[in-house]
């Protein structure tokens, strides 16, 4: 419940919504309980007259039900209409915010989460909280609200009435289903926990089939422990669906209960002259279709397991971020943007070990510098502290004459163009990999940044050049061409420092000059940091700084 709590919280902005949703919900399910009540006393009334010989108003109950048949049908379409358009804003709400949290983590927070399992947060989890308030709130807001006006209702013909009604609603809407939930929260908390695992599996499995062929009685053992955790899955579906079958017979069971239990009650009333043969009609029917309204009561109690434990693994996804970057107030990109690295040391975590110590150099605006070093000396992890991505555990970094840590994280980034060892490139055309850098960039400067990364001949060779599918995640390119257009993407992002991660990775000599050459030549104002353990290129920059054994 704590959780559900917040999750509401986080929705105080859509209030309104909510509110209106409940009280078209409400309105509707009791103008479905009117219409069968009036239906029946109608039907009643006019048997009675009938037999009596007597003359009966039959318009204004006929009007009576008419309109409420009226607003059944239409308050069910409104209902529709606005419970789906607020679940919409409320999922727009939660992913906006969701996003906000993650994306100013440090990436050694986010890298301490398995890539699956965020995916499997970021929609599964996220999907699966859709429900809450279409399944979980409004069915147990609605229906509380419903029962007490059905109850009252009944109170005003006889209070043993009511009390009949309301035991029988409390045995199938709380009782018996709080019971089976006690029962059903671990297994819904497992089934979020096994669904993430087995996703997780699945995306090892495709991303390591290679490993997983070569080395021998691999792909049996994988399977083994796939087919395990895919057989407890199917188990506990299996027990949560019992339950709910079982939940479901309760409901079935308390309303004939009620309807038997009203009519045995309602008989000496009518014999004594206290109700008429008419409202004993609409008393036993009201009764049974009361129950409409607790009737989803049990489901939206065996949901709220799955509900919390998604709820939990989204905000521990987001909770946590102590190490990321430190905002700050500057909000404009500084004129000169001047680069100055003063004893700058970085440690993963307070107990880690020394990654970076005693760094230090300035790169005036314009500048051009190559940080060199083998693989695994601290050359990505340096680029990630003067982004501002990672915090220094020591030391100053200036930007512009300030401390990077005095700018908004979002300023800070407008002021550095990254082309990472990782080109990540997004399923889509290679026309819409580059507009990511410069959304409103003309096809001119398309064409000019895929130059400048030596791409522009191949792309020209295409059918459908610019249009080109790069498949997901870039397979349809060769590592080489996935790296150079990524740097092409970097390039078209004007911004004051430019930082090309290892550009000739996947490259043959010849073309990584002539790309750093390219670069080079159209810096314009512009600084760059070449990141590299090749030589190549390196006489094209002002200054090297080789860093050995992290220093």
Not at 59 to 74: H, M, S, V, Y
Not at 331 to 349: N, S
Not at 404 to 426: H, K, M, N
Request: aromatic letters at 6%; hydrophobic letters at 50%.
């Amino acid at each position: 419940m704590t959780m559900l709590r917040e999750l509401l919280t986080l929705c105080r902005p859509h209030w309104p919504w909510l509110v209106l949703s409940i009280v078209v919900g409400l309105a509707t399910l009791l103008a479905n309980i009117a219409l069968m009540a009036m239906s029946g006393w109608f039907i009643a009334a006019m048997a009675v007259a009938g037999a009596a010989g007597a003359s009966l108003n039959y318009f204004t109950p006929a009007a009576i039900i008419r309109a409420c048949a009226i607003l059944r049908t239409g308050g069910r379409y409104v209902e529709r209409l606005v419970g789906h358009e607020t679940t919409f804003r409320l999922l727009a709400r939660l992913r906006v915010w969701l996003y906000g949290r993650l994306e100013p983590q440090s990436p050694d927070r986010l890298a301490l989460w398995h890539g699956a399992d965020v995916a499997t947060r970021l929609r599964a989890d996220v999907d699966r909280l859709e429900t809450a308030y279409l399944r979980v709130f409004s069915p147990l807001v609605v229906g509380a609200a419903a029962a007490v006006v059905v109850v009252w209702f009944l109170a005003r013909f006889d209070t043993a009435l009511a009390s009949v009604e309301a035991v029988c609603m409390l045995s199938a809407a709380l009782v018996l289903p709080l019971a089976l939930v006690r029962l059903s929260a671990r297994h819904g908390r497992d089934r979020v926990r096994l669904s993430s695992s087995l996703t997780e599996a699945a995306v090892d499995a495709v991303q390591g089939m290679g490993e997983l062929v070569v080395f021998a009685g691999a792909v049996s053992h994988f399977r083994q422990r796939f087919l395990a955790t895919s057989n407890r899955l199917i188990h506990v579906q299996t027990r949560l669906g019992n339950l709910t079958a079982l939940g479901q017979a309760g409901m079935l069971l308390a309303a004939n209960l009620a309807l038997w239990c009203v009519v045995v009650v309602a008989i000496p009333l009518v014999r004594g002259g206290a109700l008429d043969s008419a409202d004993f009609v609409m008393v036993a029917l009201v009764a049974l279709a009361g129950f409409e309204a607790v009737a989803p009561v049990p489901a939206a109690l065996f949901t709220l397991g799955a509900v919390g434990e998604a709820a939990r693994r989204l905000f521990a996804l987001a909770a946590d971020r102590s190490d990321g970057p430190a905002g700050g107030t500057l909000c404009h990109v500084p004129e000169r943007c001047d680069l100055v690295a003063t004893g700058v040391c970085f440690r993963y975590g307070d107990d880690g070990p020394t990654v970076l110590a005693d760094i230090a150099f300035s790169l005036p605006q314009g500048g051009r510098m190559a940080l060199l070093g083998p693989v695994g000396s601290g050359k990505s992890t340096l680029v990630g502290v003067l982004t501002g991505l990672r915090r220094p555990s020591g030391g100053t970094i200036t930007l512009g004459g300030h401390d990077i840590g005095e700018y908004e994280p979002e300023t800070l980034r407008r002021c550095f163009s990254v082309a990472s060892q990782d080109a990540a490139l997004f399923t889509g055309t290679i026309r819409s990999n580059l507009l990511l850098a410069a959304p409103q960039a003309p096809e001119e400067a398309l064409w000019r940044a895929l130059a400048v990364a030596q791409l522009d001949g191949f792309v020209q060779d295409l059918d459908e050049g610019l249009e080109t599918s790069v498949g997901e995640a870039g397979l349809t390119l060769s590592g080489g061409q996935a790296r150079r257009l990524a740097v092409a993407r970097a390039w078209l992002r004007d911004t004051p420092v430019l930082v090309l991660d290892e550009p000739g990775e996947g490259l043959d000599t010849a073309t990584e000059r002539a790309l750093l050459t390219a670069v080079v030549a159209n810096l314009g104002r512009r600084s760059l940091i070449l990141i590299t353990h090749r030589k190549v290129g390196v006489d094209l920059v002002d200054q090297s700084l080789r860093l050995d054994q992290m220093r």
